[in-house]
């Protein structure tokens, strides 16, 4: 094996893949290289690549203790200590700190622990010798911290070191444990596309509280959102919730400025409100057949910056500057670090459009621990406790919104999206540039609906980083994106397993290992934690193998009624959908069901030119048409066929009485949660997001049919989600 292949092995690069029809595509030398590179590894020569390996190999030698250990629960310790060869005569201490606990430790002499491994590097000898045995087997799940030091013969100190060990449940928190039923049911929307009589031309967490409540009321036990992920307020036209600059924090548009504490004797913006110019603004933006960003930022902002104003005029002892001091002590250093880039980002970018890229920021500025920042963020204090502020409110009207919803009978509560990566211009890059990788991008290799693959244009986590900094970013990330939820559903759930990274440089991408099983372990540990059920999006290429590790860890998988198919293309029975699962008809990126019906999505394909001819259109037309026939004959098998549905061909236009019968065939199903999308309980035909489109269809900006008010009595919706109502009162 070459230095080359032995230096990508180390690093976890795939020496090949599948693609979807099972060709074996092999990982070119080129590819190799620059994604070495993107790992913050020289790899360009020969030489370097050779230096590189030696620094990679060396690293596992030079330090006694690994940076982290994950184990299960009940599970020994098998850890390892690195340690030059020859310090028989010395004497190992170590202490051991339980979370929350207080620290036990002991002595013993290096030359009772077993050799299990030696290597030579750079003219000096290592051995690793077995240190687990020693350690309690009785630590509870959690983050522990184990330090050690040796002292050798004549009390020379010798080498020292420390680890984080996480002991971790074996499955995550279930529905069973959640509900008494076992099985639970909700509505799945885009915050932002709902309208009330009382929204800024977006739906935001006001509107969420208002929906939680209808609900709530309606029988459900979960309200499904899309990423709620901090964006760039700065540029509102960036609008994809799945490309944000932060996953960790929140969409400060998602803020109700009337529903903030200090709005409520604030008479100056009341009047400024009521002035006939903002009223006018006001409604247009409400009016709009899309979402106006850019409008609605300008009607929020200004406001939210008056009213961060009143509350900084608050005495030091206010309950709501209490609960702001104990807001940024929670959130800790990363909530300051992405307020000072949201305020950095602003002020570069309205000074020159072409500097909305950090990394086109002037270099002083392009280091997050830089003197200039620094003096930037003392400069600019205010403004940086803006964005922070907009954090703390953003993040106590979500909690109103699910403690409202909970009220009124959600029996669960708010189901939450984790983005699989963030925007490489954003602030977690900016931030901590160790953890995401510059030089590559998120994507997916060819299959059967993009035949050049995709590159999402984001920035993947890097495996070195997160291992050397004891997976501290993954466990902050979880944590967040648990908050006030009572579900998780996991983007690109494979990426806790790998990756496909495709190089800057234009080589082919190729797969990047990540360390499935320690993830796995933690996100079972936070789900408990935060009693949070977890979902897997596993749609795609799924490896061999990974579905069933999901299913030991209690993650749920993702079942979408379209895909859920025989081996013949007909559509599964309901009793094939596994049990550990959530089922829906659809999704974000698909055409709701009476769109598919009608072939909605099929016709914007061709209005946009996506089509490579005229034959690849037909074809799709004429399978249209058989899934059609095959559904009818599915929902015929179950007794569900409605009587407007005729057996013999013909017209077979949209019907509600349809809808309603395909959620019924998914309540049939054994799945844990079943989930109905807010276009299809409305019967909409427009889908939130086209894939392979940017500005030609309007993704992300799609406002609901009708009114928050007026979802409650909806017949439609009434008739659709009744059958899936039933299931939590059998």
Not at 31 to 38: E, F, H
Not at 520 to 549: H, K, M, Q
Not at 664 to 673: D, F, G, K, M, V
Not at 711 to 724: C, K, N, T, V
């Amino acid at each position: 094996m070459s230095d080359l292949d032995r230096l990508a092995d180390l690093l976890g690069l795939e020496p090949h893949y599948h693609d979807i029809w099972g060709n074996r595509r092999e990982t070119s030398a080129a590819t190799k290289r620059a994604l070495i590179a993107a790992m913050g590894l020289q790899a360009a020569t020969d030489d370097q690549v050779a230096d590189s390996l030696r620094t990679v190999e060396r690293r596992s030698w030079s330090r006694p203790l690994p940076p982290v250990l994950v184990v299960g629960e009940g599970q020994g310790i098998d850890l390892g200590v690195a340690l030059p060869a020859g310090l028989d005569d010395a004497t190992l201490a170590w202490d051991l700190t339980p979370e929350g606990g207080t620290a036990q430790g002991g002595r013993i002499p290096v030359r009772d622990l077993p050799i299990t491994d030696r290597a030579t590097l750079d003219g000096t000898a290592y051995e690793r010798r077995a240190l687990g045995a020693l350690l309690p087997v009785s630590l509870p799940i959690g983050y522990h911290r184990l330090d050690l030091h040796v002292e050798a013969a004549g009390g020379t100190a010798g080498p020292s070191g420390s680890t984080t060990l996480i002991v971790a449940p074996d499955r995550c928190v279930t529905v069973e444990e959640m509900v008494p039923a076992g099985r639970s049911w909700g509505i799945g929307l885009q915050v932002y596309s709902l309208r009330s009589e009382h929204d800024w031309g977006m739906g935001d967490f006001g509107d969420l509280a208002g929906f939680a409540e209808v609900a709530g009321r309606l029988g459900a036990g979960l309200v499904g959102l899309n990423p709620l992920h901090a964006l760039f307020p700065a540029d509102p036209n960036h609008i994809g919730p799945y490309s944000p600059s932060s996953r960790q924090f929140l969409n400060i548009l998602y803020i109700d400025p009337a529903s903030v504490p200090e709005f409520a004797d604030a008479d100056d913006l009341r009047a400024r409100i009521e002035d006939p110019a903002f009223q006018s603004a006001l409604a247009a933006a409400q009016q709009a057949e899309l979402v106006d960003y850019p409008a609605v930022a300008a009607l929020k902002l200004p406001l939210l910056e008056a009213l961060h104003a009143r509350f900084r005029a608050l005495p030091d002892d206010h309950p709501r500057k209490v609960a702001y001091a104990a807001f940024r002590q929670d959130m800790g250093a990363a909530l300051d670090r992405h307020a000072l880039f949201d305020a950095l980002h602003e002020h570069f970018f309205r000074q020159d459009s072409a500097q909305w890229m950090w990394r086109s920021w002037p270099a002083a500025f392009q280091d997050s621990r830089s003197a200039e920042v620094a003096a930037f963020a003392r400069e600019h204090a205010d403004r940086v406790d803006f964005f922070a502020w907009a954090q703390f409110e953003a993040d106590r009207q979500l909690g109103e919104a699910a403690a409202r919803g909970r009220s009124a009978g959600l029996s669960m509560g708010f189901y939450r999206d984790l983005a699989v990566a963030v925007h490489p211009g954003g602030g977690s890059a900016w931030a901590d540039p160790s953890m995401l990788v510059q030089g590559a991008n998120v994507g997916a290799p060819p299959d059967q609906f993009n035949m050049n693959g995709q590159n999402w244009g984001l920035a993947p986590l890097s495996p070195l980083g997160l291992r050397e900094s004891a997976y501290r970013p993954f466990i902050e990330l979880l944590r967040a994106n648990m908050r006030h939820a009572a579900a998780l559903r996991i983007d690109h759930v494979m990426a806790l397993q790998h990756l496909f990274w495709i190089p800057e440089d234009g080589s082919p991408g190729a797969y990047v290992a990540y360390p499935f099983h320690d993830l796995l372990r933690i996100v079972a540990l936070e789900s408990r934690r935060n009693r949070c059920v977890v979902i897997g999006e596993d749609l795609g290429t799924v490896p061999e193998g990974f579905r069933p590790a999901l299913e030991q860890a209690g993650i749920l998988s993702y079942r979408v009624l379209y895909f859920e198919r025989t081996a013949d293309g007909g559509f599964n029975p309901p009793g094939d959908y596994p049990a550990g699962s959530m089922a829906t008809v659809s999704t974000h990126d698909l055409a709701p069901f009476k769109g598919f019906w009608t072939g909605r999505d099929l016709e914007w394909r061709r209005r946009l030119g996506l089509y490579p001819d005229d034959a690849s259109r037909d074809k799709d037309i004429w399978d249209r048409g058989v899934d059609r026939w095959r559904l009818l004959q599915a929902l015929s098998r179950e007794g569900l066929r409605p009587d407007s549905y005729p057996t013999e061909d013909g017209d077979q236009p949209f019907r509600v009485e349809l809808s309603a019968a395909v959620h019924a065939y998914l309540a049939r199903t054994p799945s844990r949660i079943v989930m109905v999308q807010i276009e299809d309980a409305l019967a909409d035909d427009e889908q939130p997001n086209l894939p392979g489109t940017v500005d030609q269809h309007p993704n992300w900006r799609r406002r609901l049919p009708r009114k928050l008010e007026e979802l409650e009595s909806d017949d439609d919706l009434r008739q659709i989600i009744a059958p899936i109502a039933a299931i939590t009162a059998r």
